[in-house]
Nanobody, 122 residues
Framework: QVQLVESGGGMVQAGGSLKLSCAAS????????MAWFRQAAGREREFVAA????????GHADSVKARFTISRDNAKNAVYLQMNSLKPDDTAVYYC???????????????WGQGTQVTVSS
């Protein structure tokens, strides 16, 4: 079992920045790929970014490339999402996920956090 707890969400004006954190506990977290997904009201959950267990491979959705950066610190069992140049369309609940395979769809991830709300005002 892997437990995930997100933090760092909040309300920010368009153009601002936020850094989300995901604290992981349980099994050896460095064995897992980690990802961020988001779900806006009335929409399906969508992929945002993912990172391999070692941190050597990352991927970002086209909608957030050049604005968001995923990173991890295995010594701290933590994963981060630095979000810059935020837009109102980025408003959503952001979820941290862990899985054995690095992928861009939900089916690759076995463990999920409860989510943290990010609201971007115009």
């Amino acid at each position: 079992q892997v437990q995930l707890v997100e933090s760092g969400g909040g309300m920010v004006q368009a153009g601002g920045s936020l850094k989300l954190s995901c604290a992981a506990s349980g099994r050896t977290v460095s064995n897992y790929a980690m990802a961020w997904f988001r779900q806006a009201a009335g929409r399906e959950r969508e992929f945002v970014a993912a990172i391999s267990g070692t941190g050597g491979t990352t991927g970002h959705a086209d909608s957030v490339k050049a604005r968001f950066t995923i990173s991890r610190d295995n010594a701290k069992n933590a994963v981060y999402l630095q979000m810059n140049s935020l837009k109102p369309d980025d408003t959503a609940v952001y979820y941290c996920a862990a899985g054995r395979v690095l992928g861009t769809t939900e089916r690759w991830y076995d463990y999920w956090g409860q989510g943290t709300q990010v609201t971007v005002s115009s």
